[in-house]
């Protein structure tokens, strides 16, 4: 089993930024790929940017990319997502989430999540 453990949210105004961290416990860290999610209220839970287990790879949606930063030091068992320039719209509870094997978009994979952590950015 692995734990997760999000932090780093909090209320920013708008242009500013927030690095959100997502720490492990448990079973190898290393050897999993890892998602940041976020799920606004009313709306579906939407993938913002993954991972791969040693760090050589990551993936992001085209509107993240430019703006959010995901990395990982697996000596400390933790990923992080730097976030720049945010947005209203980015207001939401982030999520990161874990797997064996590759990383995806889609959470349904995702075999071990966190419990989250609120970004609000405020106009």
């Known amino acids: 089993q692995v734990q997760l453990v999000e932090s780093g949210g909090g209320t920013v105004q708008a242009g500013g930024s927030l690095?959100?961290?997502?720490?492990?416990?448990?079973?190898?860290f290393s050897n999993l790929a890892v998602g940041w999610f976020r799920q606004a209220p009313g709306k579906e839970r939407e993938f913002v940017?993954?991972?791969s287990w040693n760090g050589g790879s990551t993936y992001y949606t085209d509107s993240k990319?430019?703006?959010f930063t995901i990395s990982r030091d697996n000596a400390k068992n933790t990923v992080y997502l730097q976030m720049n320039t945010l947005k209203p719209e980015d207001t939401a509870v982030y999520y990161c989430a874990a797997r064996r094997g590759g990383y995806y978009s889609d959470y349904s994979v995702y075999e071990y999540w966190g419990q989250g952590t609120q970004v609000t950015v405020s106009s």
């Open 19 to 28: 690095r959100l961290s997502c720490a492990a416990s448990g079973r190898t």
């Open 49 to 51: 940017a993954a991972i």
């Open 65 to 67: 990319k430019e703006r």
